[in-house]
């Protein structure tokens, strides 16, 4: 059973950055494409950031690009979400997600999902 587990969110003021880690067990992070998404009060769960497999490519919303960079560590089972020049709409619950199949900016193309770690910034 692959399970993902997501830390080092928090609250922080505007301008702040944070560094979001997830850690994948059950399975080696390397036969996933790797994503994070996030879910603020009252809205759907969107996409944020995704990294393929071979680290090749990289999506990112519009609205993070510049500000956000995803990695993965594939050595220690890793991915890490780095956010940067934060803002209070970047408010939300992030979660980590992978995918057995390919790259993906849809809810649908992950397979497994962590819990969400929430990420609090005020103005």
């Known amino acids: 059973q692959v399970q993902l587990v997501e830390s080092g969110g928090g609250l922080v003021q505007a301008g702040d950055s944070l560094r979001l880690s997830c850690v994948v067990s059950?399975?080696?992070?390397?036969?996933?494409?790797m994503g994070w998404f996030r879910q603020s009060l009252g809205k759907e769960r969107e996409f944020v950031a995704a990294?393929?497999?071979?680290?090749?490519?990289?999506y990112y919303k519009d609205s993070v690009k510049g500000r956000f960079t995803i990695s993965r560590d594939d050595a220690n089972n890793r991915v890490f979400l780095q956010m940067d020049r934060l803002k209070p709409e970047d408010t939300a619950v992030y979660y980590c997600?992978?995918?057995?199949?390919?790259?993906?900016?849809?809810?649908?193309?992950?397979?497994?999902w962590g819990k969400g770690i929430l990420v609090t910034v005020s103005s």
């Open positions: 997600a992978a995918a057995d199949t390919y790259l993906s900016r849809q809810r649908a193309g992950y397979d497994y």
């Open positions: 059950g399975r080696a992070s390397t036969g996933y494409a």
């Open positions: 990294v393929s497999r071979t680290r090749d490519d990289r």
